[in-house]
């Protein structure tokens, strides 16, 4: 194609859903798939060859699992509305309060929902402050010291979230956070939900001491259910964002080459996070070093919509394609389509080598944003 487009790769998507159904075997745990990391439908009849539940943040997801995926979710929320909550728990399963009066205000509408409270362990090594759920101020969780000796009778389990893109040796250290704060509760609890963020997918993450860990966990506590709800895992490495230089550009001795997608609209987290992304081909270098380095630009308005400086090993021509790696995961859930720029398309790339688009995105899509 010579208009951008994601493409998502059938077999690392289902060597990555093999290895988390193994996990999940072996952790005798539910592993189940974050919308907010990954929400393309059309894969879900690949998904529901490998997990059972999806867990959402909002109606919008709820409705998605319901009727996209086939079944009822898990559901959290850092605040539920009156107008909306009622068609939430209807397409739940498990529907988690994030505080106190939250549960008290809704719990009596949840119907047949699981009901769980989220908590806060005062403890994350997220290293962003932007990601960090446990952050002093946090809004997200109740903290140990306000929770009430005896639990509500409906209460039936504990949200505890705090790890991103985190490996197995993270886990361990806040686990013991975890338990420190919040054991005295768990023989008032059928299940505990430890969150997204464990990388199981990422090639130097230690699965056996997970294996490990949660053999102890079951030992002790034998009653709870244990369930994870990983995003990034189950997208992590499984196709790239094709791009193409449409101008090259000089100032002050730098070069940039102007692609025809856009970091803000296409790639948010490489500016929110932030965090360079992998260029097939080039070298993330610090500083221009020859006629062969590019600074990367958007073609937004927005004068910070560029990236860094890499090295490529030949110069760069209007038409060029440019491939960046590893954008299928949270990318592809935060597009927008700020100046109108067109979107990229999404296809898949089947194990026979057939590419399906997917989806191609038109004017009608950016002008019913704002019918």
Same mark, same amino acid.
């Given at each position: %194609? ?10 690392r998507?289902?060597n990555?859903l ?6 999940a ?5 539910? &592993?189940?798939?974050?919308?907010? +990391?990954?929400a393309?439908?059309k894969?879900?009849?690949?998904f529901r060859?490998?997990?059972? +539940? ?5 109606? /919008?997801?709820a ?23 009622? !068609? ?17 205000r ?8 699981s009901?769980g409270?989220r908590?806060?362990?005062?403890? /994350? ?19 140990? !010291?306000?929770l009430?000796?005896?639990?509500p009778a ?30 005295? &509760?768990?023989p008032q ?9 464990h990388?199981?997918t990422?090639?130097?993450? #230690?699965?056996?001491l997970?294996?490990?860990? %949660?053999d102890?966990?079951?030992? *002790? ?13 189950f +997208? &992590? ?27 803000t609209c296409h ?5 929110e ?18 006629h ?7 073609? /937004? ?6 990236m860094?400086? &890499?090295r ?15 954008m299928?995961?949270y990318?592809?859930v935060?597009t ?5 720029? /067109? ?8 194990? #026979?080598?057939r ?11 950016? *002008?019913?944003?704002? #019918?």
């Open positions: %194609m010579n208009t951008p487009i994601y493409i998502i790769e059938e077999k998507l289902r990555n093999e290895l988390i159904s193994n996990v075997r072996r952790t005798q745990a539910e &592993w189940i798939l974050a919308f907010k +990391a990954f393309l439908w894969t879900f009849p690949i060859e490998y997990i059972n +539940a999806t867990t959402a943040s909002s109606l /919008s997801e409705r998605l699992a319901q009727e996209e995926f086939g079944a009822k979710c898990h559901t959290y929320s850092p605040a539920y509305t009156d107008y909306e909550f009622d !068609d939430i728990a209807r397409c739940s399963s498990h529907l988690t309060f994030n505080s106190l009066s939250q549960y008290d809704f719990h009596e509408r949840a119907g047949q929902c009901i409270l908590v806060n362990p005062e403890y /994350s090594e997220v290293g962003t402050a932007l990601y960090n759920p446990c952050a002093p101020g946090t809004r997200f969780g109740v903290t140990a !010291d306000k009430p000796e005896q639990l409906d209460i039936e389990g504990f949200h505890c979230h705090c790890h991103c893109e985190s490996g197995a040796e993270v886990f361990e250290r806040t686990l013991k956070h975890i338990e420190e704060k919040f054991s005295a &509760w768990f609890l059928k299940w505990i939900n430890f969150g997204g963020g990388l199981v990422r090639k130097d993450y #230690d699965i056996e997970l294996v490990r860990l %949660m102890a966990f079951h030992q *002790r506590y034998p009653h709870l259910k244990v369930i994870f709800e990983p995003g990034s895992a +997208a &992590w490495q499984t196709g790239p964002l094709v791009s193409h230089v449409v101008d090259i550009v000089e100032d002050k001795g730098i070069k940039t080459a102007i692609l025809d997608v856009s970091f790639m948010p987290d490489c500016l996070m932030p965090y360079f992304p992998d260029v097939r081909g080039a070298e993330h270098v610090e500083e221009s070093s020859s062969l380095s590019y600074r990367l630009g958007g073609n /937004s308005c927005l004068s910070g919509d560029f860094g400086m &890499w490529f090993d030949h110069e760069l021509q209007v038409g060029d394609e440019l491939i960046f790696e590893d299928i995961h990318t592809t935060k927008n389509m700020f100046n109108g720029i /067109s979107h990229p398309a999404i296809g898949m790339l089947h194990v #026979d080598g590419l399906e688009i997917l989806r191609q995105f038109t004017y009608e899509d950016y *002008r019913n944003r704002m #019918d």
